[in-house]
């Protein structure tokens, strides 16, 4: 693997079996956001993307914590990403935190949130921009900006729009509304649920292996694919996707399926 894993700031990482694992860490916190977080999310994010080792990426939070978003006391402060004037700020949120949403929305391998606890703020937000979440009964989302007088900057009018529809967004925008556990499933911020706390990190690795399992250039081409067709309209992705299939019809690893079906056997994909 090509992934560097050590000289990361606010967060730990780890290898196994084609999943990259991400944790933001954070505990004086509760992983709130920082700008070495930035840095680091970033720059992992787009190595694994470059690495045909890693075929999913995982991220979590550290403790009993996913991410309380924005530093309250940076606010109160006025110090790193919340320092300067009107002007300032519009520039440090550009080239800080909107980062994150730009690389997330660049990348092409699957990103799956394990929301192990409370997501506030930009930490809901940053659980929205994966493509699949998974919780539990300490599962929690809150989009607070308004409780604190704020927007949603780093772009969550967007990814929880796309995520649960236009109509509970906005709920959960104005009233300030917060989902736990079955509700948040129910309302569908998460893709899957378990049942205890203690099971979380065994579904989750369940999921990762399956979608491991699938042939790793069709998964990413799906996954622009499925990008693309949400921001544009139907000719265009019609377009795009005979591309995509042309493509992956000529693969190595659509013979291998077709031939393991065939075979009545488990395909064993290499990404080419």
Same mark, same amino acid.
Request: proline share 3%.
């Given at each position: ?107 092409? +391998?699957?990103?799956? #949130? ?7 703020? /930009?930490?809901?937000? @940053? =659980?929205?921009?994966?493509? %699949? ?24 009018t967007f990814f929880l729009t796309r995520a649960i529809g236009y109509s509970k967004a906005m709920d959960m925008f104005l009233t300030g509304r917060i989902y736990q556990g079955k509700e948040a499933l129910e309302a569908g911020l998460l893709n ?31 996954? +622009?694919?499925?990008? #693309? ?7 265009? /992705?019609?377009?795009? @996707? =005979?591309?995509?299939?042309? %493509? ?25």
């Open positions: 693997m090509q992934v560097q894993l050590n000289n990361l700031f606010d967060l730990k990482a780890n290898f196994k079996n084609h999943v990259l694992w991400i944790e933001l860490h954070n505990p004086e916190s509760r992983n709130a956001i920082t700008t070495n977080m930035i840095d680091s999310l970033c720059r992992i994010l787009k190595e694994a993307d470059q690495d045909k080792e890693v075929r999913v990426i995982v991220l979590s939070g550290h403790g009993k914590a996913f991410s309380a978003g924005g530093d309250i006391k940076a606010m109160k402060n006025q110090t790193g990403m919340f320092a300067g004037n009107s002007s300032e700020l519009k520039d440090r949120y550009y080239f800080g935190i909107q980062r994150i949403p730009r690389t997330m929305e660049e990348i092409s +391998k699957p990103v799956i #949130a394990m929301v192990n606890g409370p997501a506030v703020g /930009a930490g809901c937000d @940053l =659980s929205m921009m994966c493509d %699949i979440r998974i919780g539990s009964p300490q599962s929690k989302f809150s989009e607070s900006f308004t409780k604190m007088g704020l927007v949603p900057g780093d772009g969550g899957y649920y378990s049942e205890t706390d203690e099971d979380l990190m065994k579904l989750t690795e369940e999921v990762a292996n399956r979608v491991v399992e699938m042939a790793p250039i069709a998964t990413t081409m799906t996954k +622009k694919a499925m990008r #693309a067709s949400y921001l544009h309209d139907h000719l265009m /992705a019609l377009d795009l @996707l =005979s591309a995509y299939q042309g %493509i992956t019809q000529r693969t190595h690893d659509h013979f291998e399926a077709v031939d393991a079906f065939l075979e009545k056997r488990k395909p064993y994909f290499e990404a080419r």
